[in-house]
């Protein structure tokens, strides 16, 4: 079944979102962070804007994956076995509880 994401929710998991792994979608989320910090602008905004663009490649990608390791039973690759694991997750996440959009 494909998930289909609206921009809203990708907007939200992009400045709402926490993993406790280093990838992708955290990278992305830690570029946002400081862009978050920028002051309003037409820059800020079509950076914004990007991210979440590419937020929902990422999403498409990692859902692709999956379906290509349940459809076929491919046992390669490394399963997020390599992300890095993350200690300030719960920082992270009341830093972003805080803020606005």
Same mark, same amino acid.
């Given at each position: 079944?494909?998930?289909?994401? &609206?921009?809203?929710?990708? +907007?939200?998991?992009? !400045?709402?979102?926490?993993? /406790?792994?280093? $990838?992708?979608?955290? =990278?992305?989320?830690?570029?946002?962070?400081?862009?978050?910090?920028?002051?309003?602008?037409?820059?800020? &905004?079509?950076?914004?804007? +990007?991210?979440?663009? !590419?937020?929902?490649?990422? /999403?498409?990608? $990692?859902?692709?994956? =999956?379906?290509?390791?349940?459809?076929?039973?491919?046992?390669?690759?490394?399963?997020?076995?390599?992300?890095v694991?993350?200690?300030?997750?719960?920082?992270r996440?009341?830093?972003q509880?805080?803020?606005?959009?």
């Amino acid at each position: 079944m494909k998930k289909e994401y &609206t921009r809203e929710e990708i +907007k939200w998991d992009l !400045v709402k979102g926490v993993s /406790k792994e280093l $990838g992708i979608c955290e =990278t992305l989320r830690n570029v946002y962070d400081l862009v978050y910090e920028m002051p309003d602008s037409e820059v800020k &905004t079509q950076m914004t804007e +990007k991210l979440i663009d !590419v937020l929902l490649m990422g /999403k498409k990608m $990692g859902d692709r994956l =999956t379906y290509y390791a349940q459809t076929y039973k491919d046992p390669t690759g490394a399963w997020g076995e390599h992300l890095v694991h993350q200690s300030n997750d719960q920082l992270r996440l009341l830093i972003q509880k805080r803020r606005s959009r």
